[in-house]
Protein backbone atom coordinates (compact mmCIF):
# COMPACT_ATOMS: atom_id res chain seq x y z
CA UNK A 1 0.00 0.00 0.00
CA UNK A 2 1.25 3.68 -0.80
CA UNK A 3 1.79 5.77 1.77
CA UNK A 4 -0.49 9.33 1.42
CA UNK A 5 1.82 12.33 2.96
CA UNK A 6 4.53 11.69 5.29
CA UNK A 7 5.03 9.10 7.92
CA UNK A 8 2.99 9.15 10.79
CA UNK A 9 6.67 10.13 13.05
CA UNK A 10 6.71 13.15 11.40
CA UNK A 11 6.74 16.26 13.87
CA UNK A 12 5.40 19.47 11.90
CA UNK A 13 5.90 22.41 14.41
CA UNK A 14 3.12 25.13 13.51
CA UNK A 15 3.98 29.08 12.28
CA UNK A 16 3.73 30.66 16.40
CA UNK A 17 0.74 32.86 15.02
CA UNK A 18 -0.86 29.90 13.54
CA UNK A 19 -0.52 27.96 17.05
CA UNK A 20 -1.38 30.83 19.27
CA UNK A 21 -4.70 31.40 17.19
CA UNK A 22 -5.71 27.58 17.34
CA UNK A 23 -5.02 27.60 21.03
CA UNK A 24 -7.28 30.58 21.52
CA UNK A 25 -9.72 28.84 19.58
CA UNK A 26 -9.49 25.52 21.58
CA UNK A 27 -9.63 27.45 24.61
CA UNK A 28 -12.88 28.78 23.28
CA UNK A 29 -14.45 25.50 23.26
CA UNK A 30 -13.63 25.25 26.96
CA UNK A 31 -15.45 28.24 28.32
CA UNK A 32 -18.34 27.01 25.66
CA UNK A 33 -18.10 23.87 27.99
CA UNK A 34 -18.30 25.66 31.44
CA UNK A 35 -21.25 27.90 29.68
CA UNK A 36 -23.17 24.52 28.56
CA UNK A 37 -22.39 22.81 32.53
CA UNK A 38 -23.62 25.73 33.87
CA UNK A 39 -26.77 26.55 32.10
CA UNK A 40 -27.89 22.92 32.75
CA UNK A 41 -27.03 23.64 36.00
CA UNK A 42 -29.61 26.81 36.29
CA UNK A 43 -31.91 25.23 34.07
CA UNK A 44 -32.43 22.15 36.44
CA UNK A 45 -32.31 24.43 39.93
CA UNK A 46 -35.12 26.36 38.07
CA UNK A 47 -37.58 23.51 38.06
CA UNK A 48 -36.43 21.86 41.81
CA UNK A 49 -39.31 21.74 43.97
CA UNK A 50 -39.11 24.12 47.16
CA UNK A 51 -39.94 20.68 49.75
CA UNK A 52 -36.81 18.33 48.41
CA UNK A 53 -36.05 15.85 51.39
CA UNK A 54 -32.39 15.70 52.18
CA UNK A 55 -31.94 12.33 49.66
CA UNK A 56 -33.58 14.07 46.46
CA UNK A 57 -31.20 17.49 47.22
CA UNK A 58 -28.02 15.13 46.99
CA UNK A 59 -29.32 12.92 44.18
CA UNK A 60 -29.65 15.93 42.51
CA UNK A 61 -25.99 17.60 43.60
CA UNK A 62 -24.50 14.20 42.59
CA UNK A 63 -26.18 14.40 38.95
CA UNK A 64 -24.95 17.88 38.54
CA UNK A 65 -21.47 17.16 39.70
CA UNK A 66 -21.38 14.24 37.01
CA UNK A 67 -21.28 16.86 34.55
CA UNK A 68 -17.81 17.63 34.89
CA UNK A 69 -16.69 14.45 33.33
CA UNK A 70 -18.95 14.43 30.56
CA UNK A 71 -18.09 15.45 27.14
CA UNK A 72 -19.47 18.00 24.54
CA UNK A 73 -21.36 15.62 22.66
CA UNK A 74 -22.96 14.55 26.20
CA UNK A 75 -23.42 18.01 27.53
CA UNK A 76 -25.07 19.24 24.32
CA UNK A 77 -27.81 15.83 24.90
CA UNK A 78 -27.90 17.12 28.10
CA UNK A 79 -28.77 20.88 27.95
CA UNK A 80 -30.98 20.27 24.69
CA UNK A 81 -33.35 17.85 27.32
CA UNK A 82 -33.22 20.72 29.97
CA UNK A 83 -34.16 23.32 27.84
CA UNK A 84 -37.03 20.95 26.48
CA UNK A 85 -38.22 20.90 29.99
CA UNK A 86 -37.59 24.57 30.71
CA UNK A 87 -41.22 26.64 28.55
CA UNK A 88 -40.79 29.33 26.68
CA UNK A 89 -37.02 29.17 25.56
CA UNK A 90 -36.71 30.72 21.76
CA UNK A 91 -34.91 29.28 19.07
CA UNK A 92 -33.82 25.94 21.16
CA UNK A 93 -33.75 23.89 18.13
CA UNK A 94 -31.46 26.03 16.42
CA UNK A 95 -28.92 26.53 19.17
CA UNK A 96 -28.64 22.49 19.71
CA UNK A 97 -27.94 22.60 15.74
CA UNK A 98 -25.17 24.90 16.37
CA UNK A 99 -23.56 23.57 19.37
CA UNK A 100 -23.26 20.61 17.22
CA UNK A 101 -21.74 21.85 14.37
CA UNK A 102 -18.97 23.63 16.86
CA UNK A 103 -18.90 19.90 18.59
CA UNK A 104 -17.83 18.74 15.23
CA UNK A 105 -15.41 21.52 14.91
CA UNK A 106 -14.07 20.43 18.35
CA UNK A 107 -13.30 17.61 17.57
CA UNK A 108 -11.56 18.58 14.57
CA UNK A 109 -8.88 20.77 16.00
CA UNK A 110 -8.36 19.41 19.63
CA UNK A 111 -7.37 15.76 18.13
CA UNK A 112 -6.15 16.63 14.59
CA UNK A 113 -2.11 16.72 13.42
CA UNK A 114 -1.03 18.87 11.68
CA UNK A 115 0.16 18.90 8.63
CA UNK A 116 1.71 21.80 6.25
CA UNK A 117 0.79 22.54 2.61
CA UNK A 118 2.12 24.04 -0.21
CA UNK A 119 0.40 27.40 0.87
CA UNK A 120 2.59 28.45 4.15
CA UNK A 121 -0.33 30.67 5.28
CA UNK A 122 -2.59 26.61 5.12
CA UNK A 123 -2.16 23.86 7.16
CA UNK A 124 -4.36 20.76 6.93
CA UNK A 125 -5.82 18.85 10.20
CA UNK A 126 -5.46 15.19 9.52
CA UNK A 127 -8.26 13.85 10.68
CA UNK A 128 -10.97 10.81 10.58
CA UNK A 129 -14.02 10.99 12.61
CA UNK A 130 -16.04 8.67 14.28
CA UNK A 131 -18.05 8.12 10.94
CA UNK A 132 -14.94 7.68 8.69
CA UNK A 133 -15.17 11.09 7.12
CA UNK A 134 -11.93 12.88 6.29
CA UNK A 135 -11.59 16.43 6.54
CA UNK A 136 -9.94 17.52 3.27
CA UNK A 137 -9.90 21.46 3.79
CA UNK A 138 -6.53 23.09 4.62
CA UNK A 139 -7.53 25.94 7.38
CA UNK A 140 -6.07 29.19 8.20
CA UNK A 141 -5.38 31.81 10.65
CA UNK A 142 -8.42 34.02 9.44
CA UNK A 143 -10.35 30.82 9.54
CA UNK A 144 -9.61 29.63 13.09
CA UNK A 145 -10.50 32.85 14.27
CA UNK A 146 -14.02 32.92 12.72
CA UNK A 147 -14.09 29.66 14.57
CA UNK A 148 -13.71 31.42 17.72
CA UNK A 149 -15.55 34.20 16.63
CA UNK A 150 -18.76 31.81 15.94
CA UNK A 151 -18.03 29.75 19.11
CA UNK A 152 -18.17 32.82 21.72
CA UNK A 153 -21.59 34.18 20.08
CA UNK A 154 -22.87 30.56 20.36
CA UNK A 155 -21.69 30.83 24.03
CA UNK A 156 -23.45 34.02 24.51
CA UNK A 157 -26.63 32.74 23.36
CA UNK A 158 -26.27 29.77 25.76
CA UNK A 159 -25.10 32.50 28.35
CA UNK A 160 -29.07 34.11 27.65
CA UNK A 161 -30.92 30.72 28.24
CA UNK A 162 -29.06 30.82 31.47
CA UNK A 163 -29.61 34.11 32.49
CA UNK A 164 -33.66 33.29 31.43
CA UNK A 165 -33.69 31.34 34.46
CA UNK A 166 -32.90 34.18 36.71
CA UNK A 167 -30.18 32.27 37.83
CA UNK A 168 -26.35 33.95 36.70
CA UNK A 169 -24.54 30.82 36.81
CA UNK A 170 -22.32 30.41 39.77
CA UNK A 171 -21.62 27.50 41.35
CA UNK A 172 -21.74 26.76 44.88
CA UNK A 173 -19.03 27.46 46.30
CA UNK A 174 -17.76 30.16 43.97
CA UNK A 175 -16.42 33.49 45.60
CA UNK A 176 -18.94 36.43 45.73
CA UNK A 177 -15.62 38.69 46.11
Same mark, same amino acid.
Given at each position: ?????????????????????????????????????????????????? %??TEREL???????????????????????????? &???????????? &??? *????? +???????????? %? %?????????????????????????? *????????EIGNR????? +???????HWSGD? %??
Open positions: MARIGAPPETHYTLPADFAATLGHCVATFGWLEEIIKRTIYALDKARLAD %DLHAWLSRMSSLADDSMGTLIEQLDAAMRR &HPGLPDRDRLTQ &HLN *EIKRQ +RNLLCHASWRPT %D %DPARWHPAFVNMKGEIFDHALTVAEL *EAIGRTTVVLGVM +RATGIQGD %DG
